[in-house]
């Protein structure tokens, strides 16, 4: 389950006031995005003490200063693929402070931070991004009767023998699809499987296995135009 956020005492401030506005709490937790748990126990704590910070408690202390702690935030967005370890090397090499991994986690996570697998794309050109708003302008008006009529085709191409490259990143909630965040993609090389079908609002298309590179007349004259005979099957 996704982490639960906690509040700045700038939040915690605006809760207590939406709620003396005659905000209900449930509410009052939609505009924060907190589970309305978080807001009940803060109107409790604040009829109680009169005050909306968290209480003192016992423990170790911090062996970071608040200087420090933005220092690693900084480095973890300057380079979202940097670990834990290489973070707490740059952060020592900066402040001669030797923390451990563990603390570097614990900090960024602290400012929101969570380490993530990079989401993936294809590698768009100025005039792909064009050409796809303009695609969207022209069409978003279409009923639904007019997108039953098309036939949505792509083709995929599956690596046998291949790194990964499953890279890690630092990323806020939200920022998936952000450029700092994205490993685009080109087409693989050797050692690979690509496969073509094709789907429409009541059909599909069987699979095909591309062998070798798809031209223009391969597609043309082996996976369009069979598909001109009756052999689509019902989904």
Same mark, same amino acid.
């Given at each position: 389950?996704?982490?639960? %956020?906690?509040?700045?005492?700038?939040?915690?401030? %605006?809760?207590?006031?939406?709620?003396?506005?005659?905000?209900?709490?449930?509410? #009052?937790?939609? !505009?924060? *995005?907190?589970?309305?748990?978080?807001? #009940? =126990?803060?109107?409790?704590?604040?009829?109680?003490?009169? !005050? #909306?910070?968290?209480?003192?408690?016992?423990?170790?202390?911090?062996?970071?200063?608040?200087?420090?702690? =933005?220092? $690693?935030? =900084?480095?973890?967005?300057?380079?979202?693929?940097?670990?834990?370890? $290489?973070?707490?090397?740059?952060?020592?090499?900066?402040?001669?402070?030797? $923390?451990?991994?563990?603390? $570097?986690?614990?900090?960024? *996570?602290?400012?929101?931070?969570?380490? !993530?697998?990079?989401?993936?794309?294809?590698?768009?050109?100025?005039? *792909?991004?064009?050409?796809?708003?303009?695609?969207? =302008?022209?069409? #978003?008006?279409?009923?639904?009767?007019? %997108?039953?009529?098309?036939?949505?085709?792509?083709?995929?191409?599956?690596?046998?023998? *291949?790194?990964?490259? !499953?890279?890690?990143?630092?990323?806020?909630?939200?920022?998936?699809?952000?450029?700092?965040?994205?490993?685009?993609?080109v087409a693989f090389g050797g050692g690979s499987v690509m496969v073509w079908g094709a789907f429409s609002f009541h059909h599909r298309t069987p699979l095909f296995h591309v062998k070798g590179n798809l031209t223009g007349l391969r597609y043309r004259d082996e996976i369009l135009r069979p598909l001109a005979v009756p052999t689509l099957?019902?989904?």
């Amino acid at each position: 389950m996704p982490p639960r %956020r906690k509040l700045n005492e700038f939040e915690r401030g %605006r809760a207590v006031a939406w709620f003396q506005d005659g905000v209900p709490k449930r509410e #009052v937790a939609r !505009r924060l *995005h907190v589970s309305i748990s978080v807001i #009940v =126990r803060l109107i409790q704590r604040f009829s109680a003490t009169g !005050r #909306v910070q968290k209480r003192r408690r016992p423990g170790r202390p911090k062996k970071t200063t608040p200087r420090e702690d =933005r220092l $690693i935030e =900084r480095l973890a967005l300057q380079t979202r693929t940097a670990s834990s370890s $290489i973070i707490r090397r740059q952060l020592r090499v900066a402040t001669n402070t030797n $923390i451990s991994q563990q603390t $570097i986690r614990n900090r960024l *996570h602290g400012f929101n931070l969570r380490s !993530r697998r990079r989401a993936v794309r294809p590698r768009l050109t100025p005039a *792909h991004r064009a050409a796809r708003r303009a695609f969207c =302008r022209r069409h #978003v008006r279409w009923t639904r009767q007019q %997108r039953s009529q098309v036939l949505f085709s792509d083709e995929s191409r599956f690596t046998l023998n *291949h790194n990964d490259d !499953r890279l890690r990143v630092w990323r806020r909630q939200g920022e998936r699809y952000i450029d700092a965040t994205v490993q685009e993609n080109v087409a693989f090389g050797g050692g690979s499987v690509m496969v073509w079908g094709a789907f429409s609002f009541h059909h599909r298309t069987p699979l095909f296995h591309v062998k070798g590179n798809l031209t223009g007349l391969r597609y043309r004259d082996e996976i369009l135009r069979p598909l001109a005979v009756p052999t689509l099957q019902q989904m």
